[in-house]
């Protein structure tokens, strides 16, 4: 079956927020768009509404998750009241659903076929990595039509492995899903590169064109990072299906 030329009357938009200029303050210091974290639900509500107003969407179809460091994905084709329950990644193919993963040291991964006009967003933490959600979401993305081979990834900023210390035996049981995520941090200590496992699982499933935001959220101070500074905010990461006029 031939394929089919990307529709010309849309175009797929990714956007990563970092952590100002916003409404919240310290610790949550001041574009937090995350609102499980303890920060003022006003300022929140007014970073969630100046991320609407940057972008061009309507704040209701600004679409959010119950991210739950697992591999549950939804499929969302309207705007939703309320995050999505229990999932760690969500698809679609509507034009104007903004798709957001809400992360402070984990991996955003977003996800995006221009050909069938399908894209995912998925949260790839320690405990995702280690369970498949990047697979499980690019295998959903397929059921809309999607081919592997067709999909780009964008890896937004996190932690990076001179800066994930952990235990050997968890260094051992991410790196037997994800290959290529053991490493040693600055330290000389066991670490993982969680960036680097999720280019290999991409890869696995035939996802071969994959960039990368190199900044380490530990070590940039104009990002959110939770192995830094415990209490704190979350920046997002952002796609959505614009249509031309």
């Known amino acids: ?57 309507p704040g209701p ?38 798709l957001n993963v809400l992360t402070a040291d984990c991996v955003p991964v977003l996800l995006w076929d221009d050909e069938s006009g399908v894209i995912g967003a998925a949260h790839a933490g320690r405990h995702g990595v280690r369970l498949g959600v990047v697979k499980a979401t690019v295998e959903r993305m397929r059921e809309l039509g999607a081919r592997p081979e067709r999909i780009d990834a964008l890896l937004g900023p996190a932690i990076c492995g001179s800066c994930y210390e952990v235990p050997a035996a968890m260094q051992a049981d991410v790196e ?12 000389g200590t066991t670490g993982l590169d969680l960036p680097a496992g999720v280019v290999a699982q991409l890869t696995a499933v035939g996802v071969s064109r994959v960039q990368r935001d190199h900044r380490c959220t530990a070590e940039d101070d104009g990002l959110f990072s939770y192995r830094r500074d415990g209490r704190t905010g979350r920046q997002t990461a952002v796609i959505w299906i614009e249509e031309r006029r």
Do not use: K
């Not at 949550?28 to 970073?47: E, K, M, P, W």
């Not at 037997?176 to 330290?187: D, N």
């Open 176 to 187: 037997a899903a994800a290959p290529g995520s053991a490493c040693a941090t600055r330290r």
């Open 61 to 98: 179809n600004l679409v959010w998750m119950e991210q739950v460091h697992g591999r549950g994905v939804a499929v969302v084709s309207t705007p939703q009241q309320e995050p999505v329950p229990m999932v760690d990644a969500l698809v679609s193919d509507t034009p104007g659903i903004a």
């Open 1 to 57: 079956m031939p394929s089919t030329a990307p529709d010309s009357t849309r175009r797929i938009r990714r956007v990563l927020s970092t952590r100002s200029p916003g409404a919240s303050r310290a610790p949550y210091n001041s574009f937090n768009l995350g609102t499980h974290v303890g920060d003022d639900a006003d300022a929140v509500a007014q970073n969630r509404a100046r991320l609407a107003d940057a972008i061009g969407v």
